[in-house]
């Protein structure tokens, strides 16, 4: 049977928020797998254990089957997971899942460090990678990262006819350049928003031009290793049978080599999120101006700066989905919390809902 195709969902419409019950149960009715004093050598306060309770109270009562990971003042403050593996056994908060458009920030934080290293330029127009397009000169890479370039989005139909799992990494996304290049643009570039996974797509492939390697590589020694993100990678690494990966869910994601690269290409868990967000926002991976013009709204009000939406629930982060995955994380630095969630059983609008009742719950506390 032929696989199902990807899908990346563009973006998560705001649900009302949900509030959170203040209602105290005994701390031994949590299980272990689910209380932080059971992942964290820190002494856990009474605070802490009441956002554990209180959150784990409210996923259990909208049947929330997934994993949801918090951290509030720097120390992990819910960690819940609820689910089974393909194989039967449980899903944890270490678990490594498809993290779908979450995987944008990675690719914008990318091109931003490359341009630090005087490796590229915002301002760079594509005809200095790509000169066979012929509307490359009047698009630049800023415009790709803040979703203004006017390149059409990749549709269920053009994976349908383009590219296919048969094909290499190189075979597919020269098919799909090939796509792209021959098609006019939807608006002039600049002028309008239009979320597009095509422009990261083209963008992870211009990380591995300028910098000389594979781009799940370049994330690796520049970001992933360094912040000791031991649980994150590429979905071509899941499939290759990378240890962190094992007992992973992923059937119901297509494996078409190469289509998601930088627009939704990786797996993480909410351990590593949380770091990749709080070294992210302290200027540790790329520098405090790049941040900020990573933060910034470039769409007047869409809320989308470089691969990631400046009013995210009242933080800033991005929705996510792939296969039957949905994924969302947020960073809050005034409230000083992180919060990551996944699910491959409720939809993207039930996801704002259960993102914003955690927040809510973190909160009001």
């Known amino acids: 049977m032929k696989k199902l195709l990807i899908t990346i969902l563009a973006s998560l419409t705001l649900l009302s928020a949900v509030g959170c019950s203040h209602t105290k149960q005994d701390a031994q009715s949590v299980s272990s797998q689910q209380t932080i004093s059971a992942e964290s050598s820190e002494t856990v306060t009474a605070e802490e254990k009441d956002h554990q309770l209180e959150v784990e109270e409210l996923l259990k009562g909208m049947d929330f089957k997934g994993v949801v990971y918090a951290e509030k003042n720097g120390k992990t403050a819910v960690v819940f997971a609820d689910n089974t593996l393909e194989n039967g056994g449980a899903v944890t908060s270490d678990t490594v899942v498809p993290i779908g458009s979450v995987s944008k920030q990675f690719c914008a934080a990318a091109i931003l460090l490359l341009q630090e290293q005087g490796k590229l330029s915002l301002d760079d127009t594509l005809d200095k990678y790509y000169p066979e397009y012929t509307a490359a000169a009047s698009v630049t890479l800023q415009q790709l990262l803040s979703m203004r370039s006017g390149i059409p989005d990749i549709s269920e139909e053009i994976l349908n006819t383009v590219v296919s799992a048969d094909n290499t990494e190189e075979q597919n996304n020269a098919k799909l350049r ?162 990551f969630l996944n699910s491959d059983h409720i939809n993207a609008g039930q996801l704002n809902a259960v993102l914003s009742g955690v927040l809510n719950c973190l909160r009001e506390s």
Request: glycine share 12%; net charge negative; hydrophobic share 40%.
């Open 178 to 339: 090939e796509y792209f290049f021959s098609r006019p643009l939807i608006f002039e570039p600049g002028s309008a928003y239009t979320y597009s996974n095509t422009n990261f797509m083209l963008l992870g492939n211009i990380a591995e031009k300028v910098s000389g390697m594979k781009y799940i590589d370049f994330l690796r020694e520049n970001i992933f290793t360094p912040l000791g993100m031991t649980h994150t990678g590429s979905i071509d690494e899941m499939t290759a049978g990378a240890a962190w990966a094992q007992g992973v869910v992923y059937r119901n994601i297509d494996l078409q080599p190469g289509v998601t690269k930088g627009a939704g290409d990786l797996l993480s868990n909410g351990k590593d999120i949380a770091l990749f967000l709080n070294e992210l926002s302290s200027g540790k991976i790329i520098s405090a101006e790049s941040f900020e013009a990573m933060t910034t709204d470039y769409n007047d009000g869409e809320g989308y700066g470089y691969g990631i939406r400046c009013d995210f629930f009242g933080g800033i982060g991005h929705p996510g989905s792939i296969g039957k995955f949905v994924s969302a994380d947020v960073i809050d630095t005034e409230e000083n919390i992180v919060v």
